[in-house]
């Protein structure tokens, strides 16, 4: 027998040995990975919603100036030709990202009730999104 062989632990410590440091290694990256996910980026996206049965200028302005209180809305614009009957709102919202659950954004939804609530139909919705980096 030789010596050297006598001081070595088992085969099985040495396979759980290399696992754990595997496993640690592996849940390390992970979490490294993930904690750099657009921290801190805000969003600026752009809806653009068609809508029909315009029948006067005044109209489309209470639809303005309603989607203006909305939360996170930083412009909106409105095209619009009476003659057709139809309009189209384009609506630039920026968003934080989220830091609590909590946290109240901009909702398309509201956005659509709005249309509604002006006795307007809404048509078709566009959307365009852009990661603003810090």
């Known amino acids: 027998m030789c010596s050297f062989l006598g001081n070595r632990p088992p085969l099985k410590v040495i396979i759980m040995k290399k696992l754990y440091i595997t ?24 809806y653009y919603y068609s809508f029909s049965n315009v029948s006067s200028i005044d109209q489309v302005e209470n639809l303005k100036e309603d989607i203006e209180e909305l939360k996170s809305v930083v412009k909106v614009k409105t095209e619009y030709k009476v003659e057709k009957g139809a309009g189209q709102v384009v609506v630039v919202v920026l968003e934080k990202t989220r830091t609590s659950e ?30 603003l980096q810090k």
Do not use: A, W, Y
């Open 23 to 46: 496993l640690i290694l592996c849940f390390l990256s992970i979490s490294i990975s993930f904690g750099q996910e657009k921290k801190g980026d805000d969003v600026r996206r752009t």
């Open 102 to 131: 909590g946290q109240v954004f901009f909702s398309i939804t509201d956005l659509k009730r709005l249309i509604v609530s002006n006795d307007l139909i809404p048509n078709e919705l566009k959307q365009e999104e852009t990661i």
